[in-house]
């Protein structure tokens, strides 16, 4: 019922089914529109030199890869990690997610300087 399946993204740097499986009737609607981008510099003052840094896009749909990011850095913590949680998420959950992060984890909501963020780490 679709004339096409916008996919912000670039298969030559990851596929699409790299994270979300895709079936063969679908595969000749997929467009891919590149990465979306406001247009600002990657550069510039926005903190995260080394940081790990855990983005999930904006919706729901994503809390599992935040819970893994928070498992995983309970064994990481030589390093800061900072995990962006998009709009979609709703308040009970991102709180959630804040408490039980581990002291050296920055549990935020997206911030408007992440690809400078994304360009330190």
Known sequence: RYDGLLVHGDSR???????????????????????VSDGRSAHGPGGGDGDILVSGGGSAASLPLYREALEAARSLDHRRWRVLVGSGVGEDEFRAL????????????????????????
């Open 13 to 35: 740097i990851v596929p699409l089914e790299a994270s979300w499986p895709l079936e063969a009737a679908l595969r000749p609607l997929v467009v891919e529109t590149g990465y």
């Open 98 to 121: 804040q408490r039980e992060a581990p002291g050296h984890v920055a549990v935020e909501r997206g911030r408007s300087d992440f690809p400078a963020l994304l360009a330190a780490c």
